[in-house]
Each structure stands twice: as C-alpha cells, then as structure tokens.
C-alpha cells in the first residue's frame, strides 16, 4: 500500500554526530531550528512550529484559538480530524463532501452553522484542493475560525502557492504514510511571529521561561533524531514526488476509460503532490469496491479503503445530530466506493502491472 522513503544512512550521519557530541536530544534543540527554518524556505509559508505529530497539531491549532463550541469537519476524513477536534472538548458538526474532490463542502457547511458554531475544521483530501475561498468568505461572515487539517499536502499548490498557507492555522503531516516523513511527525503553519511563539510554548507544556507558564500546553516536541530524519530527506522530495507521478500516471492511462471507476487525482492538476491515487468503484463496475479490494487481497495486493467507514457511522459518533445518513450522502457513498492503490515512489512498474491486471480484469 505505501512504503516510507527514507535518506540513506550516510547522509543521517552527520546529525547522529552532532546529536551526540553536544548531547542536545530534543527540547527545540540546534537540529529542530534548522528544520523548521528550511521548511519555512521549501514550502514558501511564513511559519512553522514543528511538532510530534499532525494530529498533536491539529489539537494544538485548535486549542490555541480557543475552540470550544460547535466545529463544523467533514463525515469523509481520517480519524484524527474528528478525535482532535473531540479532545479539545468541542461538540463535532459533521458536514458533507464536495462529489468531486471529496473535500468539505462549504454550502452544507453554512447549512450547518448555529449560534454556538465557533470553527470550520476542514480537510483537503489527499491534497485536493478545498473550495478556499468559499470556506474563507464563509468563516469571515460568520465570524469563525478556520483551520485545515492539510495533513496530506506537502508541497501541494494551488494557483496561489502552498495549499499549506490558507486558513487561520494549517496542520501537515510527516508520518511515514505521506509524501514526506520524518517517521513520525508534524507542522502547525502560522502567519505571524506572535501566533508562532505561543504555538510554540504550547508544544512545551505552555513555559514561557523559568518562572513563567502561560497556557495549559501539551508535550507535543518533535526529537532531534526526527527533525535529523526530516533535514536529510527534504533534498530528495521534489524527486520522491516526480517518481509518484510516474506511478500516478501508469494508473491514469489504463484507468481513465475503464468503466465504472472513476479515478478521483487525476495526474492534469498543477501544484498536485502525489500523496494518493484514490478510484471510486462505481455500480458500472464488474464487482463492488469491497470484492475488488478482496480479489485484489487475494492477489498479495493491499489496496486501503481510505477513508471506511465515515466518521459520522462510527459508534463513538453516530449518534451526533449531524452524523444522520441523509445530510451525508456524498461522504457515505464515496466512503462504500474509494479505495487507494498502492502509492510510493519505487512502486515497480512490473508490480503496478499486476495491480492493474486484477483491476482490469473482465470480472463478468
Ligand atoms: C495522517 C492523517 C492525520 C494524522 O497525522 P499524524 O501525523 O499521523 O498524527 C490527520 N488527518 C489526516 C486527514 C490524515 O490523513
């Protein structure tokens, strides 16, 4: 399904010495600086504040903007967008998709809005873009904040530049399932040195200095072996990134005519990282998207029905006003539909091949 790429040994080396030598482990140690300065550079955003993980991120992002209340996320995410929202004691709101690139959609979001909304928790799923502006004008309207869960969007673009520099606060990823890894992982991107700092602090328990603690923060530190892990791997990413378009496009040209699939990234957007190749197996299709995933199982290939089911179907949440079937029909469709084929930059081709021999097959 996704094999993390990693630097060689060789060029983590050097890190592991310095690491060592000075006995600087973590706590924003020299390493950590250096990595969120040059991911501020390589992904054109004003500010970073590295963490353990996106979804600590995300938490934090919420937190510092003290969402409390009602926030309004998609039913069609990973977990982790619903749960973070959850641990900051926020009453979730599911919303529907957009058809079409299966992130939220901003005329249900506003359908959804009550006087106790206070955020708009929005995904771009697998790096598609969402409706932006729309998203934008909504939350300035209303008077909400609006933060991107972008764990999928490492050097994704949009006509604008980074997706990574919309909303007040954007979270991105660097487990070792997406584009880019530090083995585990992740960013908070800020726009002013302000909010930077007491993100910051918030990673640290909330300390100021010695004698001052100023917010309820958490331990959400990334080690310097992570950000050494982070530095060494971000000369290859462009590279990383080019060979998942190979992979994207193997996928596309035999599966772009096919029947009943309809393949949701397709390789002709400008600024798109290769995160996934998510397919919808629709009802012209041979088989259902759970017996293509079983035949494909079967075969030693594991496609993931990413995401199954949608949040708002799990027993932790169905029972939420939001979460009935009939306000979230996109989401509950594309949730029975998609599966995301095997994805990584040295995917052989000979391998991909037989992926789609399986998916090609004429099953009646
Ligand atoms: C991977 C993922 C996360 C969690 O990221 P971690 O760094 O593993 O915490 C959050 N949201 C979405 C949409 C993801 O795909």
Redesign the pocket.
């Known amino acids: 399904m996704t094999r993390p790429t990693l630097p060689s040994r060789e060029e983590v080396l050097p890190f592991l010495d310095e690491i060592w030598n000075s006995r600087f482990v973590t706590n924003r140690g020299p390493v950590h600086l250096r990595f969120e300065t040059a991911l501020a550079t390589y992904l054109d955003v004003p500010y970073v504040t590295v963490t353990a ?6 938490m934090l992002a919420l937190r510092h903007l003290g969402v409390t209340g009602e926030v309004i996320t998609p039913a069609f ?2 977990v ?2 619903a749960h973070a929202a959850s641990w900051v004691g926020a009453d979730l709101v599911f919303a529907d998709i957009d058809p079409e690139t299966l992130s939220i959609d901003p005329q249900d979001v506003e359908r959804r809005i009550t006087p106790r909304t206070r955020a708009i928790f929005a ?1 771009h ?1 697998y790096a598609n873009p969402c409706d932006t502006q729309a998203l934008a004008d909504i939350a300035k309207r209303h008077g909400l904040a609006l933060i991107y ?1 972008a ?2 969007c490492f050097a994704a673009k949009d006509e604008g530049g980074s997706l990574l520099r919309h909303g007040d606060l954007s979270v991105v ?3 070792a ?2 584009v880019f890894n530090t083995l ?3 960013a908070i991107i800020s726009h002013d040195l302000e909010t930077k700092q007491a993100l910051d602090r918030l990673c640290n328990y909330g300390i100021v200095d010695e004698n001052n603690i100023e917010s309820i923060g958490l331990n959400a530190k990334m080690s310097e072996m992570h950000a050494a892990v982070g530095l060494a791997q971000l000369p290859h990413v462009e590279h990383d990134i080019a060979r998942r378009g190979q992979v994207v496009q193997r996928y596309w040209d035999r599966l772009k005519d096919m029947d009943g699939i309809r393949c949701v990234c397709p390789p002709d957007r400008p600024g798109r990282n290769n995160y996934a190749f998510p397919i919808l197996v629709g009802p012209e299709y041979a088989l259902s998207c759970m017996a293509l995933y079983e035949r494909l199982k079967a075969a030693g290939i594991h496609a993931r029905r990413y995401f199954h089911p949608p949040l708002s179907q799990l027993p932790l949440y169905r029972d939420l006003p939001s979460a009935d079937p009939r306000g979230l029909t996109c989401a509950i469709e594309a949730s029975e539909q998609v599966l995301c084929l095997p994805l990584y930059p040295d995917l052989a081709p000979e391998d991909q091949v037989r992926i789609l021999d399986v998916i090609c097959t004429p099953w009646r």
């Not at 993980?53 to 995300?58: D, F, I, S, V």
């Open positions: 993980n996106a979804t600590l991120g995300c995410s990973f982790a967008t995904v799923c869960d764990a999928h990823s660097f487990h399932t997406k585990e992982g992740g």
